[in-house]
């Protein structure tokens, strides 16, 4: 398991996560916490009039794998839309639980935790950033904007 999944690139993003600790004053902020491990995360987003993330802080006390994930969605979430992190949890968790490809454009970064499909004791801690972001739009009761397509 070490070499498949503990790769150089996840171990630089589980070593150098942007954005870390708290906004002063949230819009909206969720916790998620894995199970087994005990892996927790905390974020607060602030949102512009489009329902854009305008600012972003997390606090992480997670494993490698769910530090290497939020430091991947951290160093992109401004100016994500609500629509591109559910895409971007849709396809992580086809990606851990049927062996789909990993997310494009943005969250392109999350990519190097695709070896952890073999492992779905670890699969918690990996979505543990898009279970939080998700559940933090939530709260705020905003309703997607429809797709174009």
């Known amino acids: 398991m070490i070499n498949e999944v503990y790769s150089t690139k996840l171990l630089a993003l589980a070593g150098n996560i942007p954005r870390n600790g708290r906004l002063e004053d949230p819009d909206s902020t969720a916790t998620a916490q894995a199970k ?26 997670a494993c490698a794998l769910g530090q290497a994930a939020a ?20 396809q992580m968790t086809r990606m851990l639980k049927e062996g789909a490809g990993a997310p494009k454009g943005r969250f392109a970064d999350l990519q190097y935790l695709e070896p952890v499909k073999d492992y779905p004791a670890r699969h918690a801690s990996t979505m543990l950033v898009l279970n939080a972001l998700l559940e933090a739009y939530a709260k705020l009761d905003i309703e997607p904007l429809p797709r174009g397509d």
């Open 36 to 61: 087994l491990c005990g892996s927790k995360l905390t974020v607060d987003i602030k949102l512009d009039s489009g329902g854009r993330v305008s600012d972003y802080a997390h606090e992480v006390k």
């Open 71 to 90: 430091s991947a969605v951290a160093a992109q979430i401004v100016g994500a839309s609500r629509d591109e992190i559910e895409q971007a949890h849709a």
